[in-house]
């Protein structure tokens, strides 16, 4: 027994693993106590047996597999993580339980599963349950339909989802095994009991056997809708309710209320397949269905008939069919055939439902008017054809189809249409048919009612009952004001007959539907007693829309009358008064108004009314008055006492005393009687009267305000402005429309009849009378107010300077909202005191407008020719037919909705592959919105759908325009109709990055401005789910941004739920995005509760809305301080107000701001960076400065940050815990990629914030923020972005302490960071910063720094070393004899490496050193020549990034404010490649410089002082003229606020189309590129310039000179202003460096073609067009930054290659330029980045291998590629192999393998010298040479000779030369040099000989002894490109250095006029191949740094002219450059003194 009690010690879980079953039986026994035991469901305890609970299932022993089972059951019931294992186990239970003989252990296994449903995993397991039925095992597949059915039984089909059962019935049904049929029966009924008959359709194809066995069963069920009997974890509630049920014996009531919600949820059609039948329609179907027998075609309509009867069809494109149909329901002569295609229609639309809703618009308009034919097979089929059609789409999208029928002269037509109105209107519910529907339909169907036929009044009478029933009284009686009693009833008779589609008792089902929308407003039909009792209630009942249009309820405060109307509905006035009429007060005889006057009126008073003396009338009118204030309202005969007023002399009266008294008498009556229409009558004539009186205006205007009131504002309004029009006094018309301009403010707009209005304003517009026109436009200003810009269009027809007066008057309005109404609001029952009728009243508004517009029938221009032309196979003619419909559009302005089969066409063209038609076609459905108004809304599905295809287009600006032109469709139609249906989730089902992306940010945009949302939207949840994994980082951003959005109108719940499907990793990273974006999720906009103040922005519906300007919506947004999502509506201008926050304006009106994480991390604030700066500058905050960050430096950073970063993150970065800086710095991580612009604009704060961080102690701050800096650092050298002084001086010092950190790690990081700086930041700029860091106490990093320096000289050679190389390299050597060695070894490394960059000279700068230290310097030297790779592997290694040279910065100073303008000329300098700066520059000079690099100021302001000086000495006979002032480097930024946006806008013109404008814009931009000063203004929009240009030769080469109707001269002239301007700019480095590789390879391809177009040749001043252009190109290729434009070459060589359509003559031209390139690179390479131009050579070997280019026809390509590589081997050696960094795969082409071939070439030529220079040197000859090139190699071995720095170099070369090939004659050369020059070569070559074959050689790095006699052999500064290498240098010096100041003149504007009279140079220069300006020109890089080289080359030579050297160069100045030179040195003297 020991086996048993070794177990027995062992814990459950070990005991449940055991081997032993035993132990397993034990271990599951004790399992189960313990988990019966534990009382918390999330104890750790639970974890321990996640991975064993399928184990327990699956136990291979019976007896531990039934405790397994128990054990397994009460886990899963009681552990919160059971869920976790749901799918493992569930598989378990099928496989091995089910299969099992024990019942108990099936029960158990039922039991597990019914278990995981009930914790909320039902999906996995009927999943499992599903699979289970495939088993090959009939126990398994009963076992399996038992759970299913059990499951269903329990829960209900609401959680056990029944399509997936329903699916695999009919095959259960076919199973060989009885048990199992007999199982799937009982599953059957079971389902049956749940949904009835839908499940009828899915099972009609099973034997008819079981067919009727299970209906037998199935009328056995009980009648009574089944309940749900077990309930999940999260229905507890519905539990308890259950159970009280239970408990109270019975389901009282509460199971009605579920049935009803269960049983409609199923619905067949979902149950059912989908069909596909377009492929299997027969193939010759669409000719038979155009033969002309009919039974072909009925053969033809037959086979489609039995394909649609198919009850579920699947989507497709079923344009084609539909048409055909229609085409036979329409044309067809034969009958039958028209019904049996009517019967094919039904058919499609049954089986399509939704998806057919696109068609309905083609096919509604012609069954109706089909419905002329009488046969009643016909009718009928037509009947079933459009309520099958009606049921796919929505009344609203058909409703304009209709109504044009109704007017239809034939009977029956208008009889089918009412009935068919009826019978749509049945499947109405309130909601879905609004008062904007009824009110068309009802008018229509009023005029039926009153037809001559009797059915169609029989039709109309059913069709408006139907309306009464569905939409109830209280909407529809407004319509019904005008119609008899008779009529009236018999409308009432047949509401009542109707039943509707939902909800089949009459009844109830009517009455429930009325009474929801009546719920909570005031009954409609009251007396005038109950209107005053429910006036306040009606006003409290905010947002509640629909109230009804009792506000028009004309008065129903005419006392004695109103009562009797009240039945009729108490006169209710639509919104046009003259559409309804008002049931008047009757009109009262003169003497009944006598005797009711008399009752209420004193005596005197009637007496004294017609009195001849005006004093009694005046007293008779106090005494009136009085009486009139003391009645009450009730008593008051208002008729009787205006018609005493309006007795004689009435209106006539003289005296005005009187008169006013009399008018203010009319206003009391109005304000405090029941004041009728009637009696407004008998007064308003006379008040429009004497409106315009002087002195009884007012009194007049106060009366009618008040008559308004009473009787509304609308009536009122319209007969005052028509009296006024009747009449011809100008005043009075204006007064009144200035009367009419304050009422609609006071008031409000509704009910207002706008068409009215608008006639009479043009009658006023066009008065001859200016106050009348002034008074109109104030008026239409108003209404814009309203209105918003529809109104615009009624005035489009006039005068344009009537217009311009209109439009002035709009834009006055634009910002303002119409403000809240003041009257009219408290009196009227139920009325305009509602909020929510007004509200409704103003919906109208908008489309009011848009209706009244007259519309145009354009389908008639729609012929079948242009469609044709539309889809022509030409894309010219495509283009043609499309320019057609644009201009159909224009002329027609406002269109119907019919456009016949242009919709079809269009659709087409959105997928041409043309893309220029694509977005021509997007812009022609963007005029259609605009045009058709609303009515676009039934083309959604046809037109709408295929533009947001268009949203997956490859091409930005394609996708721009289809989201354009989506919103402006949404703008017309709202967002309902894209939500409905499949079509959208559809979209974005399609996996197509740019699609998700455009669409899910569409969707952000939208979704939170709409109240409600239609449940299609759910359809789009798990593509939404699929978004948020997709692989591209945009769509998942997207994806993100728009959870919340669709969280908030679906719910959390059922969002949740969706996620069931996804696999168990991606479900819980759902489930935690979803946990993220319910907390941020924003509310639903609220119905605006104030909807009357502010009709444009909040109470409209978004087609009205967006039509108003977006400014107002801006406006009124200030008004509110709560953001109301609503406002996004208008193209989300009050959101865009936020800037960068984007979407957080809707998103949270419920949280509080910071707890929201989806915005940006970092807000772009304009200018902010900018403003800080000069904050700093000007002291008015603490300078960054200090040794450790004192508490107001955070404090201060901290308030920056406020503005500009988003406030969680500043919570996280300024807290106190350090795990907070880490959760900052992973978020700005994130971020990083997605929001480039705003880190760039918060750069400085960001790198502040950094340098705190730098003060903390904690390692993984550090670490991360390192890391970030990284990542921060290559993005900005991606974007080309340029450290600005303030941000490098906040930062770089704090980063140097870094590198003084003890751990390893941090240093390699901050060096790799300091080694990415110097791409953003000039290297001669960080060598100060880094040179400071050499002083610091920290020794490690004093190491560190000389260890950086050194590798900075070597990566960019000596000018680097700041201020001077001598003063850098003392500071260096100071430190060879620090106390550290770690110290004085890096010292000494770092001369060395100076020493291998400069030679010998690095002891002539360092000075004077101690013996000790020298001998070290010196030791370290030899060693180092003793191996001279290991130094530069090593920083080879750690400096990959170094190789790019600073060069590639220049291009990006348009980035950098105007400080940093220096640096632009340190960089020139440092890339210049000069290192003659050698010396100490003499004071005079050097001060001279600074100012002109620093002081801008002094040099703009006292430049023009120079015109004083004559220096007619220096320069003969100089003409001087006005210098155009202009500073060095004028402050960029200042010019660039002003001027930036001008330059775009010009920019933007040099690409248009017209020549003119073109020619203009080109000419402005010229102006600026000729004044230099203004010049720089163009820094930073050079590419965008570009672009335009070769976008403009573009234009001219496919268009203007194709065009025959131009005239030649024209593209001549722009031709030559397109070549000037480019000259011009590229004659200006700085700027040309700016253009940018793609730019300049578009640009080439430009002037390229344009070279080669021989249409250019023909033209007159062609030739010369193009020898500017060849001029041009060489310029583009010498002043372009080097880098791009070789990249450039590169790419385009390779396009052209490729292309096959490009001409050979396009790649040789192309090759020209490469080779022309190939010979500048020896002047260049050092501003080159050879690893980008490698990536590009590496690119195009992998595209074109050798193998490829060999067969090319010519041998160019490979040749020029062959030179290419050669020249830049010969110029770098071997380094060139470390600089193919960049290249990811160097297999892939044979670049690597080339170059090490080409090095090992040179190599074996050389032999076996190991020294490097000489090497190289040999390596340049090529044995198998011509004689032209060995003339080329020795000409460049005496250039190198003639200049300062490569002379040894030069002359070991010539050494080496001379020896190989000693037959070498080199005369030529030397004959053409001095005899001082001749000389020097032979004893330079002696010397070397003596050296080799003598003493040996001293190894050194640069294989040339150290003699420093040789260092100061002169020469002329401009080193490598200049040809005047071998003169004398002493003579050079001078002349030089005056061409230098001439050009420095020629740029300071001081134009040298006498150009050629310069004295010549001296006979001892040799005559150079170019001239030497040009030469040196060439060189320059920087307007400055000419100046200061020859001023140090100047004093170069000045110095070593007094130095005698042992080699005999001694003192060969003559006497007479001396002169000069002093005489130069005094002019310079006097220039300074005089700026000073």
């Not at 308030?1199 to 907070?1220: G, I, L, N, P, Y």
């Not at 191949?1969 to 004093?1995: C, F, G, I, N």
């Amino acid at each position: 027994m020991g086996d048993d009690s070794e177990w027995i010690k062992l814990s459950i879980d070990q005991k449940c693993e055991h081997k032993l079953w035993k132990a397993r039986v034990n271990g599951y026994e004790e399992a189960l106590k313990l988990f019966q035991k534990i009382e918390d469901e999330k104890s750790p305890e639970w974890s321990k047996y996640l991975g064993l609970i399928k184990k327990f299932v699956t136990d291979s022993n019976a007896v531990a597999q039934l405790k397994g089972l128990e054990a397994a059951l009460a886990y899963v019931e009681n552990a919160h993580v059971a869920g976790k294992t749901t799918g493992e186990v569930i598989s378990g239970v099928v496989n091995k339980v089910f299969n099992q003989p024990k019942a108990r252990a099936k029960e158990f296994g039922i039991d597990i599963c019914l278990m995981y449903i009930e914790i909320e995993k039902g999906e996995p397991v009927q999943e499992e349950l599903l699979k289970g039925l495939d088993n090959k095992n009939p126990k398994i597949i009963v076992a399996c339909i038992e759970t299913l059915r059990k499951a269903l039984s329990e829960f209900g089909s609401k959680i056990i989802s029944l399509k997936p059962i329903i699916k695999v019935l009919p095959k259960l049904f076919e199973s060989r095994e009885k048990a199992v049929r007999d199982e799937a029966k009982l599953l059957a009924v079971e389902i049956y009991r749940w949904i009835r008959d839908a499940l009828r359709p899915p099972l009609q194809n099973i034997n008819s056997v079981q067919l009727k066995e299970l209906e037998e069963e199935w009328v056995k069920l009980p009648p009574a809708a089944p309940k749900q009997t077990r309930f999940l974890r999260s229905q507890q509630e519905l539990k308890a309710k259950f159970e009280q049920q239970q408990a109270a014996g019975g389901d009282a009531d509460g199971g009605g209320d579920d049935g009803d919600e269960v049983v409609p949820q199923v619905d067949a059609y979902e149950l059912l397949e989908a069909v596909e039948i377009l492929s299997k329609l027969p193939k010759d179907f669409y000719d038979k269905i155009e033969a002309k027998k009919w039974q072909e075609r009925k053969e033809a309509l037959e086979a489609v008939e039995m394909l649609v009867k198919n009850p579920k069809l699947e989507a497709g494109d079923y344009a084609d069919m539909v048409k055909v149909l229609k085409k036979v329901v329409g044309k067809d002569t034969n009958v039958m055939l028209v019904a049996l295609a009517a019967k094919c229609l039904a058919g499609l639309a049954t089986g399509l439902r939704k998806k057919f809703g696109q068609y309905a618009g083609q096919v509604v308009p012609t069954i109706l008017e089909k419905f002329k034919e009488k046969k009643p097979q016909v009718v009928q089929a037509l009947q079933e054809a459009i309520d099958a059609i009606f049921l796919t789409t929505t009344l609203q999208n058909i409703s304009e189809d209709i109504l044009a029928v109704m007017d239809n002269k034939n009977p029956t037509i208008k009889q089918q249409t009412s009935l068919f109105i009826a019978r749509s209107f049945r499947h109405c519910t309130p909601s879905s048919l609004p008062k904007s529907l009824l009110k068309p339909f009802c008018a229509a169907l009023l005029k039926h009612i009153n037809d001559s036929a009797p059915e169609v009044r029989d039709a109309a009478f059913e069709a408006l009952g139907t309306a009464l029933k569905v939409a109830g009284e209280k909407a529809v009686n407004p319509f019904l004001a005008d119609v008899d009693k008779l009529k009236l009833d018999r409308i009432k008779e047949c509401a009542e007959k109707v039943e509707l589609a939902y909800g089949k008792n009459t009844g109830g089902a009517a009455d429930k539907k009325e009474c929801r929308p009546a719920a909570g407003k005031t009954p409609v039909l009251s007396g005038a007693a109950g209107d005053k009792d429910t006036k306040d209630t009606s006003a409290k009942s905010g947002p509640l829309k629909k109230a009804p249009a009792a506000k028009s309820g004309g008065p129903p405060k005419k006392g004695k009358t109103a009562a009797a109307a009240g039945a009729g509905g108490a006169g209710t006035k639509g919104k046009k008064g003259s559409e309804t009429k008002e049931i008047f007060e009757p009109e009262l005889s003169i003497e009944v108004c006598e005797e009711r006057a008399s009752a209420v009126l004193p005596a005197s008073c009637i007496q004294q009314l017609d009195s001849g003396n005006w004093k009694e009338r005046l007293a008779c009118m106090e005494e009136f008055q009085k009486a009139v204030e003391l009645m009450e309202r009730s008593e008051m005969p208002c008729q009787a006492l205006v018609r005493m007023l309006a007795k004689k002399p009435g209106w006539k009266e003289t005296n005005f005393q009187v008169m006013q008294m009399k008018l203010h008498i009319v206003a009391l009556i109005a304000q405090k009687g029941n004041f009728s229409k009637t009696s407004a009558q008998i007064v308003l004539d006379g008040l429009v009267d004497k409106i315009g009186d002087v002195k009884c205006g007012s009194n007049a205007k106060e009366a009618m305000t008040a008559i308004a009131e009473a009787c509304l504002l609308p009536w009122t309004a319209e007969q005052v402005m028509s009296m006024a029009f009747s009449q011809k006094n100008p005043k009075n018309q204006s007064e009144t429309l200035n009367w009419l301009s304050n009422a609609i403010k006071e008031f409000g707009f509704s009910g207002l009849n706008v068409k009215a209005f608008i006639s009479n304003v043009k009658t006023a517009l066009a008065a001859t009378n200016p106050a009348v026109r002034t008074a109109a436009i104030t008026l239409l200003g108003v209404m814009y107010l309203y209105v918003g810009p529809p109104l615009r269009m009624f005035f489009e027809d006039e005068k344009p300077a009537l217009l311009s007066q209109i439009d002035a008057e709009f834009e006055k309005m634009q910002g303002q909202t119409a403000p809240a109404p003041t009257r009219g609001t408290s009196r009227h029952s139920g009325g305009s005191g509602d909020d929510g009728e007004e509200r409704d009243e103003q919906e109208d508004i908008g489309n009011d407008v848009v209706d009244l517009l007259p519309r145009t029938e354009i389908s008639d221009k729609i012929t079948a020719e242009l469609v044709s032309k539309i889809g022509d196979k030409n894309w010219k003619i495509r283009k043609e037919g499309l320019d057609e419909v644009t201009s159909i559009i224009n002329d027609a302005k406002f269109i119907q909705p019919n456009i016949g089969e242009l919709s079809a066409a269009l659709k087409c063209r959105l997928n041409d592959s043309n893309k220029i038609l694509v977005q021509q076609t997007l812009s022609i459905l963007q005029q259609l919105a605009m045009a058709m108004g609303p009515n676009i809304r039934q083309h959604v599905k046809n037109l709408g759908i295929p533009i947001i295809t268009v949203l997956g287009d490859s091409k930005n600006n394609v996708r721009a325009a289809a989201l354009a032109t989506v919103n402006a469709w949404t703008e017309q139609t709202g967002m309902k109709e894209w939500l409905e249906g499949e079509d959208l989730s559809e979209e974005l089902k399609k996996e197509n990055p740019f699609l998700r992306q455009e669409l899910l940010g569409w969707l952000a945009d939208k979704l939170p401005t709409l109240r409600s949302v239609p449940s299609d939207l759910l359809l789009c949840v798990p593509h939404l789910y699929s978004c948020l994994e997709d692989r591209n980082g945009d769509v998942r951003k997207k994806a993100q941004d728009a959870l919340p959005f669709f969280m908030m109108h679906l719910g959390f719940e059922k969002m949740a739920k969706a996620t069931g499907k996804l696999k168990p990793t991606s479900k819980d990273q759902v489930l935690a995005m979803l946990e993220k974006a319910k907390a941020i999720m924003p509310a639903k906009p609220a119905a605006p509760v104030k909807a009357s103040s502010r009709v444009v922005g909040g109470a409209a519906p978004a087609k009205f809305q967006t039509a108003s300007a977006p400014a107002e919506d801006s406006g009124s947004s200030t008004m509110e301080p709560k953001p109301d999502p609503k406002k996004a509506k208008a193209g989300g201008a009050a959101s865009k107000a936020k800037g960068a926050q984007g979407k957080k304006v809707p998103s949270k009106p419920n949280l509080k701001e910071d707890d929201d994480k989806s915005g940006p991390i970092f807000i772009i604030v304009p200018n902010g960076k900018e403003q800080r700066m000069k904050d700093e500058k000007g002291l008015k905050v603490l300078k960054w400065n200090f040794t450790t960050p004192r508490d107001e430096y955070i404090e201060q950073l901290k308030t920056q940050m406020s503005s500009c970063v988003a406030r969680w993150v500043q919570d996280e970065m300024f807290h106190t815990d350090f795990q907070h800086h880490n959760k900052a710095l992973a978020a700005m991580v994130e971020h990083l990629e997605s929001e480039k612009d705003g880190v760039i604009s918060c750069l400085d704060l960001i790198l502040k914030w950094l340098t705190l961080r730098f003060f903390d102690t904690n390692t993984s701050v550090l670490m991360k923020a390192l890391e970030y800096l990284k990542l921060l650092f290559t993005l900005l050298s991606q974007e080309e972005y340029h450290l600005t002084e303030n941000e490098a001086s906040s930062f770089i010092p704090y980063l140097i302490l870094k590198v003084g950190e003890p751990k390893d790690v941090v240093r390699k990081d901050v060096r790799a960071i300091l080694n990415r700086m110097c791409l953003i930041y000039p290297a001669s700029k960080m060598f100060t910063f880094i040179m400071e860091g050499t002083k610091s106490k920290n020794s490690k990093q004093r190491a560190e720094c000389l260890e950086e320096l050194g590798c900075l000289v070597e990566s960019y050679g000596m000018n680097v070393c700041q201020p001077t190389p001598g003063k850098a390299l003392k500071e260096m050597a100071i430190h060879i004899g620090d106390r550290d060695n770690t110290v004085r070894n890096a010292a000494l490394n770092t001369i060395v490496t100076v020493y291998n960059v400069h030679g010998d000279q690095v002891f002539k700068l360092i000075g004077n050193l101690s013996e000790k230290d020298m001998s070290m310097l010196e030791e370290r030297i030899k060693r180092a020549a003793k191996r001279p790779a290991a130094a530069p592997a090593r920083q080879a290694e750690e400096k990959p990034q170094r190789a790019p040279s600073t060069n590639a910065n220049a291009s990006v100073l348009r980035k950098g404010p105007a400080e940093d303008m220096s640096s632009k000329l340190n960089q020139a300098r440092n890339t210049s490649g000069h290192s003659e700066i050698t010396h100490t520059v003499p004071r005079e000079f050097q001060l001279d410089l600074d100012e002109i690099e620093n002081d801008n100021g002094t040099v703009r302001c006292e430049m023009p002082a120079l015109v004083q000086h004559k220096l007619d000495d220096i320069f003969e006979p100089v003409l001087i003229p006005e210098p155009k002032i202009r500073a060095v480097s004028p402050h960029f930024d200042d010019m660039h606020s002003n001027t930036a946006s001008t330059i775009n806008f010009v920019i933007s013109q040099v690409a248009s189309g017209d020549i003119n404008t073109s020619i203009q814009a080109l000419a402005q931009i010229d102006e600026v590129l000729r004044q230099e000063d203004k010049a720089e203004a163009m820094s930073g929009h050079i590419d965008q310039f570009l672009i335009a240009t070769f976008m403009q030769l573009r234009l001219i080469y496919n268009t203007h000179m194709a065009d025959e109707k131009l005239d030649k001269d024209e593209i001549v002239k722009l031709y030559s202003c397109i070549i000037g301007n480019m000259i011009s700019l590229f004659q200006m480095e700085s700027l040309a460096r700016e253009a940018s590789t793609g730019v300049l390879k578009d640009l080439m391809h430009g002037l390229i073609t344009l070279m080669l177009d021989s249409r250019v040749e023909d033209l007159e001043e062609g030739q010369q067009v193009i020898r500017s252009v060849n001029l041009l190109v060489v310029k583009v290729l010498e002043k372009s930054d080097q880098t791009n434009i070789l990249s450039a070459l590169l790419v385009l060589l390779q396009d052209s290659l490729l292309a096959t359509a490009s001409s050979p003559k396009f790649s040789e031209l192309v090759m020209k330029c490469l080779w022309r390139m190939v010979r500048l690179l020896p002047e260049t390479i050092n501003s080159i980045n050879l690893d980008r131009i490698l990536l590009d050579i590496h690119i195009f070997m992998k595209v074109f291998p050798k193998e490829k280019l060999k067969q090319c026809k010519s041998e160019f390509p490979i040749r020029t590629l062959k030179t290419l590589l050669h020249t830049l081997c010969k110029l770098k050696g071997p380094k060139i192999l470390d600089h193919l960094t960049m290249i990811e795969n160097k297999n892939e082409s044979e670049l690597e393998a080339h170059l090490c071939r080409v090095m090992k070439h040179s190599m074996d030529q050389i032999g076996s010298k190991t020294d490097k220079e000489t090497e190289k040197g040999a390596s340049r000859i090529d044995e198998k040479s011509s004689k032209a090139k060995v003339n080329d190699f020795l000409a460049e071995i005496f250039k190198k000779i003639g200049s300062k720095e490569n002379t040894k170099e030069g002359l070991a070369e010539l050494y080496e030369y001379k020896k190989k090939y000693s037959d070498a004659d080199i005369e030529p050369f030397l004959k053409n040099s001095s005899q001082f020059f001749q000389s020097y070569v032979e004893r330079g070559l002696r010397h070397i000989e003596m050296e080799k074959e003598g003493k040996g050689r001293i190894p050194s790095s640069t294989g040339i002894s150290p003699q420093t006699e040789l260092t100061c052999v002169p020469t002329s500064t401009n080193t490598v490109s200049s040809s005047i290498g071998n003169t004398n240098g002493e003579e050079v010096g001078p002349s030089v250095y005056l061409e230098r100041l001439k050009i420095l003149r020629q740029r300071c504007g001081l134009d040298n006029a006498k150009q050629e009279d310069r004295p010549p140079l001296t006979s001892l220069l040799s005559k150079p191949a170019a001239p030497t300006v040009a030469s040196s020109t060439d060189m320059l890089h920087s307007k400055l740094s000419q100046l200061r080289e020859s001023r140090e080359h100047y004093q170069h030579l000045d110095l070593d002219s007094n130095q005698t050297h042992s080699s005999g160069i001694g003192t060969t100045t003559s006497s007479s450059t001396a002169a000069n030179i002093d005489d130069l040195k005094k002019r310079l003297e006097r220039i300074k003194s005089s700026r000073k």
